[in-house]
């Protein structure tokens, strides 16, 4: 299991991308778009920045809840207010 900054930093290593383990420094590090611009593979950031998923389209996200809980597919206006989006650069 890992914790939802910690799968975003898994995925974008993947394809080389190098992001920090931690939700508020991924959206502080990232340029931001408006939540009507969302592409897949932009950030959404919920609570305070407390939580961060990986926009798939469609209004969904895939995001790791907790800790020890397996990654899922979640609607992104079932999770809360969305805080922010971002977007990886490449």
Known sequence: GCDCSGLVMYVYAQVGVSLP?????QYNALPKVPPS???P???VFFYGLGHVGIYIGGGMMIHA????TVVQIASVANEGPMYGA???PG
Do not use: I, S
């Not at 383990?21 to 420094?25: I, R």
């Open 37 to 39: 611009d969302l592409q």
């Open 41 to 43: 593979g932009d950030l």
């Open 21 to 25: 383990h931690n939700a508020a420094m």
């Open 86 to 88: 971002a977007r990886v």
């Open 65 to 68: 809840p907790h800790t020890g």
